[in-house]
Each structure stands twice: as structure tokens, then as C-alpha cells.
């Protein structure tokens, strides 16, 4: 997910829409999912673009 306020349009047409970190906490939450990692990454090419990662986990997952 890219990480900001609003959207983005990319030079080759793509709209990217930008999260923050607890929007989308509470979105995940909403919907049973727990984050068990997390990063983020800001691009050495264009040093405006950071990406979040998550993984993430079911409440209801049985773990084996």
C-alpha cells in the first residue's frame, strides 16, 4: 500500500490511492484481520514514494 494522503496520479496514467497507517488499522481490524508484520520502504528512484507492507492474519486462522 502507498503510503500518504488522498491520490496519485503516475506519469504513465496509474492513480495510485495513498493510506496512513491507521486507516488502514482500523479497516483491518473491521474485518478480523490482525497485522503480524510490518514495513516500510522508501523507493531510491523517487525518494516521495513509500510503500507499507503488511502481512496479515484471520482471527478465525487455526495455526498448525
Not at 496512513?20 to 528512484?45: K, M, P, W
Request: charged share 30%; aromatic share 10%; glycine share 10%.
Amino acid at each position: 500500500m502507498k503510503q500518504g494522503q488522498g491520490r496519485q496520479e503516475a506519469d504513465d496514467g496509474r492513480t495510485f490511492y495513498l493510506w496512513g497507517r491507521e486507516d488502514l488499522d482500523r479497516i483491518f481490524n473491521a474485518h478480523g484481520l490482525i497485522c503480524l508484520a510490518y514495513s516500510v520502504q522508501t523507493l531510491l528512484v523517487r525518494k516521495t514514494d513509500t510503500w507499507m507492507s503488511f502481512v496479515l492474519k484471520s482471527r478465525g486462522t487455526v495455526e498448525k
